[in-house]
């Protein structure tokens, strides 16, 4: 059992700036070839339906990576078999976790662990981080990409783009246009900016071959074709509300994923932009409310 990793992380709920003494755990526990998260919640809690996420360090970063949504009872487990040997090394970078909302969350770090964990620090900051390049990035495309980029690429970028999305979030997909326009030429997973997302598998079962975490910009990584998808209405939804995309292969096809929930409405609007098949994070047969990801064949 040498391989055998063991954690546990104990909770506390903080709200209103105002921390309250230990409220339920998680423990975390790796084999070389899958992990497990069992979490045990406080009696009577009211974060039942909220999101649970992972946290990780990348480059001296804190990251948010979503595993799912919090039980109404106490008990909830996770499990997850490793795909590839980087996805082993995401689980063993994981520092803590939160659960809940900014105002009112459950959070909990690894033993070996110092530092302090903070919701809005993670996910507000990454997000005013990325709108800040973003709009960094759309005056370098009004400024320089009229002249680097081609008539065609510019029409592939705008036709869906114009009067489909109101926010230039998605501009931010490199700081110049000769950047994204040699980033587009790299065949699909393969090169090193496709190797350099990092791995996640928020599924039970292992249809799939592989999946990565993905943000609107990297879809400029993508061949030219595939580019006014990252100023889709439904994507960037997605994208703002669980703040990653998925990127998966099995057997030669590559898919783009946009997270959300099984309803209906949100299954009519999946298919008017083309992701016409849902597939559930549980091994079970998809129900009304379940978590999962919008699909696309790319």
């Known amino acids: 059992m040498g391989d055998y990793m063991r954690k546990i992380i104990y909770l506390r709920k903080r709200e209103g700036g105002v921390q309250s003494p230990q409220a339920g755990f998680v423990r975390l526990e790796m084999w070389p070839n899958r992990w497990r998260l069992h979490l045990t919640m406080p009696e009577e809690h009211p974060f039942g339906g909220l999101p649970i996420y992972a946290v990780y360090e990348r480059e001296q970063k804190l990251y948010p990576v979503l595993l799912g949504k919090a039980p109404y009872e106490r008990e909830w487990d996770f499990e997850q078999t490793f795909s590839t040997r980087k996805m082993e090394w995401y689980v063993k970078d994981i520092l803590g976790f939160f659960i809940g909302r900014q105002d009112c969350y459950l959070v909990g770090e690894c033993p070996d662990y110092k530092g302090r964990i903070e919701y809005g620090s993670i996910v507000f900051a990454r997000q005013r981080e990325e709108e800040n390049r973003q709009q960094t990035a759309a005056g370098t495309v009004k400024t320089d990409a009229m002249g680097a980029v081609t008539s065609d690429a510019m029409g592939t970028v705008t036709t869906d783009a114009m009067g489909t999305i109101k926010t230039d979030a998605a ?75 998925l990127y998966a292969y099995k057997e030669g096809k590559y898919y783009l994923g946009v997270p959300g929930q099984f309803h209906r409405r949100e299954q009519f609007l999946a298919g008017q932009f083309g992701f016409d098949r849902f597939k559930g994070t549980k091994k079970k047969r998809v129900t009304m409310g379940d978590y999962g990801y919008w699909m696309k064949l790319l």
């Open 171 to 245: 501009d931010a997909v490199a700081t110049d246009a000769e950047t994204a326009a040699s980033a587009a030429e790299i065949p699909r997973g393969t090169g090193p900016s496709l190797d350099s997302l990092p791995e996640m598998y928020p599924f039970e079962d292992d249809e799939l071959e592989w999946c990565r975490q993905m943000d609107p910009q990297d879809l400029f990584k993508l061949p030219m074709d595939y580019w006014h998808y990252a100023k889709n209405t439904f994507l960037m939804q997605g994208f703002y509300n669980y703040r990653h995309l």
